[in-house]
Protein backbone atom coordinates (compact mmCIF):
# COMPACT_ATOMS: atom_id res chain seq x y z
CA UNK A 1 0.00 0.00 0.00
CA UNK A 2 1.44 3.37 -0.67
CA UNK A 3 -0.14 7.06 1.00
CA UNK A 4 -1.91 9.51 -0.81
CA UNK A 5 -1.07 13.15 -0.07
CA UNK A 6 -4.50 13.52 1.64
CA UNK A 7 -3.84 10.20 3.81
CA UNK A 8 -5.52 7.28 2.43
CA UNK A 9 -3.40 4.73 1.03
CA UNK A 10 -3.70 2.81 -2.30
CA UNK A 11 -2.45 -0.60 -3.65
CA UNK A 12 0.70 -0.47 -5.90
CA UNK A 13 -0.40 -3.09 -8.52
CA UNK A 14 2.14 -4.93 -10.64
CA UNK A 15 5.51 -2.48 -11.63
CA UNK A 16 7.00 -2.84 -15.26
CA UNK A 17 9.47 -1.01 -17.15
CA UNK A 18 7.29 1.30 -18.61
CA UNK A 19 5.75 2.13 -15.71
CA UNK A 20 8.85 3.07 -13.82
CA UNK A 21 10.11 5.40 -16.82
CA UNK A 22 6.26 6.72 -16.67
CA UNK A 23 6.32 7.52 -13.24
CA UNK A 24 7.17 10.97 -11.39
CA UNK A 25 9.27 10.76 -8.01
CA UNK A 26 8.25 13.70 -5.39
CA UNK A 27 6.85 14.07 -2.12
CA UNK A 28 3.90 11.99 -2.06
CA UNK A 29 1.42 10.02 -4.26
CA UNK A 30 -0.90 12.60 -6.32
CA UNK A 31 -2.57 9.31 -8.55
CA UNK A 32 -3.02 6.06 -9.72
CA UNK A 33 -3.51 5.64 -13.14
CA UNK A 34 -3.90 1.90 -14.24
CA UNK A 35 -1.83 0.05 -12.37
CA UNK A 36 0.97 2.35 -11.53
CA UNK A 37 1.49 5.47 -9.69
CA UNK A 38 2.23 9.08 -10.47
CA UNK A 39 4.31 11.57 -8.03
CA UNK A 40 4.22 14.43 -7.63
CA UNK A 41 7.55 16.74 -7.13
CA UNK A 42 8.36 20.40 -6.32
CA UNK A 43 10.97 19.81 -9.17
CA UNK A 44 9.34 17.18 -11.76
CA UNK A 45 11.99 14.77 -12.72
CA UNK A 46 10.51 12.39 -16.46
CA UNK A 47 12.27 9.76 -16.94
CA UNK A 48 10.62 9.36 -20.39
CA UNK A 49 12.06 12.62 -21.70
CA UNK A 50 15.02 10.64 -22.11
CA UNK A 51 13.81 8.77 -24.65
CA UNK A 52 17.47 6.60 -25.64
CA UNK A 53 17.71 5.50 -21.80
CA UNK A 54 13.74 4.84 -21.23
CA UNK A 55 13.88 1.04 -22.08
CA UNK A 56 16.88 0.56 -20.67
CA UNK A 57 17.43 2.75 -17.66
CA UNK A 58 13.85 1.14 -17.02
CA UNK A 59 14.59 -2.51 -17.77
CA UNK A 60 17.59 -2.08 -15.56
CA UNK A 61 15.43 -0.05 -12.26
CA UNK A 62 13.58 -3.69 -12.25
CA UNK A 63 16.56 -5.90 -12.43
CA UNK A 64 17.93 -3.73 -9.53
CA UNK A 65 14.38 -4.01 -7.06
CA UNK A 66 14.61 -7.82 -7.98
CA UNK A 67 17.74 -8.42 -6.44
CA UNK A 68 17.08 -5.68 -3.92
CA UNK A 69 14.54 -8.05 -2.06
CA UNK A 70 16.42 -10.90 -2.67
CA UNK A 71 19.46 -10.50 -0.06
CA UNK A 72 19.15 -8.87 3.39
CA UNK A 73 22.91 -8.17 3.74
CA UNK A 74 23.65 -5.15 1.56
CA UNK A 75 20.72 -3.70 2.12
CA UNK A 76 21.39 -2.39 5.47
CA UNK A 77 24.53 -0.37 3.89
CA UNK A 78 22.47 1.86 2.01
CA UNK A 79 22.28 3.97 5.23
CA UNK A 80 24.75 5.63 2.80
CA UNK A 81 21.58 7.68 1.75
CA UNK A 82 20.65 8.10 4.97
CA UNK A 83 24.24 9.93 5.60
CA UNK A 84 23.85 12.17 2.78
CA UNK A 85 20.25 13.56 4.04
CA UNK A 86 21.82 14.16 7.60
CA UNK A 87 24.73 16.14 5.89
CA UNK A 88 24.56 20.04 6.65
CA UNK A 89 23.43 20.91 3.28
CA UNK A 90 20.93 18.78 2.99
CA UNK A 91 19.32 19.21 6.04
CA UNK A 92 18.03 22.33 4.76
CA UNK A 93 15.43 21.09 2.73
CA UNK A 94 12.57 19.18 3.85
CA UNK A 95 13.78 15.27 3.84
CA UNK A 96 10.31 14.65 1.87
CA UNK A 97 10.82 17.16 -0.91
CA UNK A 98 14.36 15.75 -1.25
CA UNK A 99 15.71 15.22 -5.15
CA UNK A 100 19.07 14.57 -4.59
CA UNK A 101 22.02 16.79 -6.27
CA UNK A 102 25.08 15.19 -8.63
CA UNK A 103 27.73 15.65 -6.35
CA UNK A 104 25.20 13.36 -3.76
CA UNK A 105 24.67 10.83 -5.67
CA UNK A 106 28.28 10.85 -6.75
CA UNK A 107 29.09 9.83 -2.84
CA UNK A 108 26.78 7.14 -2.95
CA UNK A 109 29.33 4.24 -4.04
CA UNK A 110 27.59 1.64 -2.64
CA UNK A 111 24.77 2.55 -4.99
CA UNK A 112 26.69 2.97 -7.81
CA UNK A 113 28.03 -0.89 -7.13
CA UNK A 114 25.02 -2.23 -6.48
CA UNK A 115 23.16 -1.35 -9.81
CA UNK A 116 26.30 -2.29 -11.93
CA UNK A 117 26.33 -5.66 -10.58
CA UNK A 118 22.65 -6.24 -11.07
CA UNK A 119 23.04 -5.29 -14.86
CA UNK A 120 25.92 -7.62 -14.89
CA UNK A 121 23.43 -10.23 -13.66
CA UNK A 122 20.21 -8.79 -15.51
CA UNK A 123 21.58 -6.47 -18.42
CA UNK A 124 18.88 -4.24 -19.73
CA UNK A 125 20.15 -5.29 -23.48
CA UNK A 126 21.30 -9.26 -23.07
CA UNK A 127 22.52 -10.09 -26.20
CA UNK A 128 24.45 -7.42 -29.25
CA UNK A 129 25.87 -7.90 -32.60
CA UNK A 130 28.48 -6.33 -34.69
CA UNK A 131 29.60 -7.28 -38.12
CA UNK A 132 32.81 -7.86 -39.63
CA UNK A 133 34.19 -4.52 -41.91
CA UNK A 134 37.42 -6.79 -42.72
CA UNK A 135 38.73 -10.12 -42.81
CA UNK A 136 40.43 -11.25 -39.28
CA UNK A 137 41.68 -13.19 -36.93
CA UNK A 138 40.77 -13.79 -33.40
CA UNK A 139 42.93 -14.38 -30.40
CA UNK A 140 41.77 -18.04 -30.29
CA UNK A 141 42.43 -18.62 -34.08
CA UNK A 142 38.94 -17.75 -35.29
CA UNK A 143 38.73 -16.55 -38.20
CA UNK A 144 36.23 -13.66 -39.52
CA UNK A 145 35.25 -12.24 -42.81
CA UNK A 146 34.26 -9.07 -44.07
CA UNK A 147 30.00 -8.79 -43.79
CA UNK A 148 30.40 -11.57 -41.10
CA UNK A 149 27.61 -11.13 -38.30
CA UNK A 150 29.01 -11.74 -34.69
CA UNK A 151 26.81 -12.45 -31.79
CA UNK A 152 27.83 -11.69 -28.55
CA UNK A 153 25.57 -12.77 -25.14
CA UNK A 154 25.82 -10.49 -22.26
CA UNK A 155 23.64 -11.92 -20.02
CA UNK A 156 25.56 -15.27 -20.43
CA UNK A 157 28.69 -13.01 -20.30
CA UNK A 158 28.12 -11.80 -17.12
CA UNK A 159 27.50 -15.29 -15.34
CA UNK A 160 30.51 -16.96 -16.49
CA UNK A 161 33.04 -18.54 -13.76
CA UNK A 162 35.60 -17.55 -16.57
CA UNK A 163 34.87 -13.99 -16.40
CA UNK A 164 34.05 -13.02 -13.30
CA UNK A 165 35.22 -16.10 -11.01
CA UNK A 166 33.75 -18.89 -8.87
CA UNK A 167 31.19 -16.49 -7.32
CA UNK A 168 29.53 -15.19 -10.65
CA UNK A 169 26.40 -16.05 -10.16
CA UNK A 170 26.06 -14.23 -6.45
CA UNK A 171 24.57 -10.62 -6.38
CA UNK A 172 28.23 -9.38 -4.87
CA UNK A 173 27.99 -5.19 -4.99
CA UNK A 174 31.46 -5.34 -2.95
CA UNK A 175 33.23 -6.66 -6.08
CA UNK A 176 33.05 -3.22 -7.47
CA UNK A 177 34.26 -1.15 -4.62
CA UNK A 178 38.28 -0.75 -3.80
CA UNK A 179 39.79 1.36 -0.95
CA UNK A 180 35.92 2.57 -0.39
CA UNK A 181 35.59 3.80 -3.97
CA UNK A 182 33.47 2.57 -6.77
CA UNK A 183 35.91 0.90 -9.68
CA UNK A 184 34.33 0.35 -12.70
CA UNK A 185 35.17 -2.50 -15.10
CA UNK A 186 37.11 -3.40 -18.19
CA UNK A 187 35.00 -2.19 -21.17
CA UNK A 188 35.36 -5.79 -22.89
CA UNK A 189 34.68 -7.40 -19.36
CA UNK A 190 31.52 -5.60 -18.82
CA UNK A 191 30.18 -5.37 -21.82
CA UNK A 192 26.59 -3.38 -20.63
CA UNK A 193 27.11 -0.46 -22.37
CA UNK A 194 29.44 -1.40 -25.34
CA UNK A 195 32.78 -1.27 -25.62
CA UNK A 196 36.01 0.60 -27.82
CA UNK A 197 34.66 3.27 -30.09
CA UNK A 198 30.81 2.65 -30.19
CA UNK A 199 31.15 2.80 -26.10
CA UNK A 200 27.71 3.94 -24.79
CA UNK A 201 28.04 7.90 -24.69
CA UNK A 202 24.98 7.92 -22.29
CA UNK A 203 26.55 5.67 -19.92
CA UNK A 204 26.72 8.16 -17.40
CA UNK A 205 23.55 9.50 -17.92
CA UNK A 206 22.13 6.10 -17.24
CA UNK A 207 23.64 5.68 -14.00
CA UNK A 208 22.71 9.09 -13.10
CA UNK A 209 19.25 8.24 -13.71
CA UNK A 210 18.90 5.13 -12.63
CA UNK A 211 20.56 6.48 -8.99
CA UNK A 212 17.93 9.58 -8.94
CA UNK A 213 15.07 7.11 -9.13
CA UNK A 214 16.10 4.24 -7.10
CA UNK A 215 17.51 6.61 -4.14
CA UNK A 216 14.03 8.66 -4.22
CA UNK A 217 12.25 5.29 -4.16
CA UNK A 218 14.34 3.77 -1.46
CA UNK A 219 14.12 7.12 0.63
CA UNK A 220 10.26 7.23 0.67
CA UNK A 221 9.19 3.51 0.05
CA UNK A 222 9.92 0.09 1.49
CA UNK A 223 10.19 -2.20 -1.48
CA UNK A 224 8.55 -5.34 -0.89
CA UNK A 225 8.11 -7.95 -3.81
CA UNK A 226 5.59 -10.28 -3.56
CA UNK A 227 6.45 -13.89 -3.00
CA UNK A 228 6.53 -16.60 -5.51
CA UNK A 229 7.87 -14.68 -8.67
CA UNK A 230 10.16 -15.83 -10.73
CA UNK A 231 12.38 -13.69 -13.58
CA UNK A 232 10.64 -14.97 -16.88
CA UNK A 233 12.34 -12.80 -19.58
CA UNK A 234 10.68 -11.76 -22.52
CA UNK A 235 11.92 -12.85 -25.62
CA UNK A 236 13.13 -9.40 -27.34
CA UNK A 237 15.62 -6.95 -27.76
CA UNK A 238 15.38 -5.37 -23.91
CA UNK A 239 15.54 -7.88 -21.12
CA UNK A 240 11.78 -7.36 -19.70
CA UNK A 241 10.07 -9.22 -17.12
CA UNK A 242 7.59 -11.43 -19.28
CA UNK A 243 4.85 -10.47 -16.46
CA UNK A 244 6.55 -7.36 -14.94
CA UNK A 245 7.69 -6.83 -11.07
CA UNK A 246 4.84 -7.28 -8.83
CA UNK A 247 5.64 -5.12 -5.54
CA UNK A 248 4.04 -3.04 -2.53
CA UNK A 249 5.51 0.10 -1.86
CA UNK A 250 5.29 0.67 2.46
CA UNK A 251 5.78 4.40 3.09
CA UNK A 252 8.83 4.56 5.42
CA UNK A 253 7.95 5.50 8.80
CA UNK A 254 10.04 9.11 10.34
Known amino acids: MIKNCNGSERLLLPLTTHEISSSRLGSCTRAVKGDFAEWAAP ?6 DAEPSRDSSSVALVGFFWLYTKTQTWKRKLSEIGEIINSEECKQRESTGIVFQKDELEKMVYLQAALSESMRLYPPAPINLKEVEEDDVYPDGKRTRKGDIVFYHIFAMGRMESIWGKDCNEF ?10 FVSSKHFK ?8 RFCVGQKFAYLQTEMLATSILLRYKVIVAEGQVFSPKITTALYMKYGLLVTFQPRQE
Open 43 to 48: NELWAS
Open 172 to 181: RPERWIKDGQ
Open 190 to 197: YTVFNGGP
